[in-house]
C-alpha cells in the first residue's frame, strides 16, 4: 500500500489558515495530549457518516475547540452532543492531526496550547442518537448525499479546513442540518 503522504500530497503539503491565523502541515504521529487543542471526527452511522451543515451552506465533520480540563474523548461527546445531536457509541480511532503554528500573540483561549498546537482528527466506531438540540437549540435534518451530490461537493470551491476542522463562520452560523452520506469512510487504524 503507497504511504499516505504519496497518495494524499495536498494533505500532507504545507499551508496557511488564514481564518486563524496559522501555519499548518498534516502529519500521522499523535502529538502529546495537552498539545492537542481542537478535534473533529468522522462517525459512522446507520447509513454513512455524521456531517455537519450551516446556514451558509458549510459542510463539516462534528468537533471543536477543547474547554479546560477536558478529554479528548470528552471533547468528541460534547462536539458530537452540540453541533450534531448525535453521541459516539465506540471507540475513537486517531487519524492524524494538522500541527498548527500560530502567528497571532496571544492564543484563542487562554488555557489552549500557545504558539504550537495541533488540530486532531479521529475515527469514531459509531455515532448513535443523543438527547442533544444541535447548536442553536435547532436540530438539523437528516438526508442521504448519494455518490453524485459528493462528487459536485468535493468540486466545488476549496475554503480553509471545510472537513478537518470547522471555520470559525459555521460556528458563528451554526450546525441547522445533520446529513448522513451514503458512503463508508475509508480509514485505517494509526
Not at 45 to 72: K, Q
Not at 94 to 122: C, F, I, N, V
Request: with cysteine; hydrophobic share 35%; proline share 10%.
Amino acid at each position: 500500500m503507497q504511504p499516505w503522504p504519496e497518495q494524499f500530497p495536498e494533505l500532507f503539503a504545507p499551508g496557511y489558515w488564514e481564518f486563524a491565523d496559522l501555519d499548518v502541515r498534516f502529519t500521522v504521529e499523535e502529538p502529546p495530549d495537552e498539545l492537542i487543542s481542537n478535534v473533529h471526527v468522522v462517525c459512522r452511522t446507520t447509513g454513512g457518516i455524521v456531517v455537519c451543515g450551516n446556514d451558509l451552506g458549510w459542510r463539516f465533520l462534528p468537533g471543536g475547540t477543547r474547554e479546560p480540563a477536558e478529554t479528548i474523548e470528552q471533547l468528541v461527546q460534547r462536539e458530537l452532543l452540540e453541533e450534531a445531536g448525535a453521541r459516539l457509541t465506540g471507540p475513537m480511532t486517531w487519524l492524524g492531526a494538522h500541527r498548527a503554528d500560530h502567528r497571532r500573540p496571544q492564543p484563542y483561549r487562554p488555557h489552549l496550547p500557545h504558539p504550537l498546537s495541533y488540530w486532531g482528527d479521529g475515527a469514531g466506531g459509531q455515532a448513535g442518537s443523543g438527547s442533544g438540540a444541535g447548536l442553536g437549540g435547532r436540530q438539523g435534518s437528516r438526508r442521504a448525499l448519494r455518490v453524485q451530490q459528493m462528487a459536485a461537493v468535493q468540486r466545488a470551491p476549496r475554503v480553509p479546513k471545510v472537513v478537518a476542522s470547522t471555520p470559525p463562520s459555521a460556528m458563528k452560523a451554526g450546525c441547522t442540518q445533520r446529513e448522513l452520506m451514503d458512503q463508508e469512510p475509508r480509514t485505517r487504524a494509526m
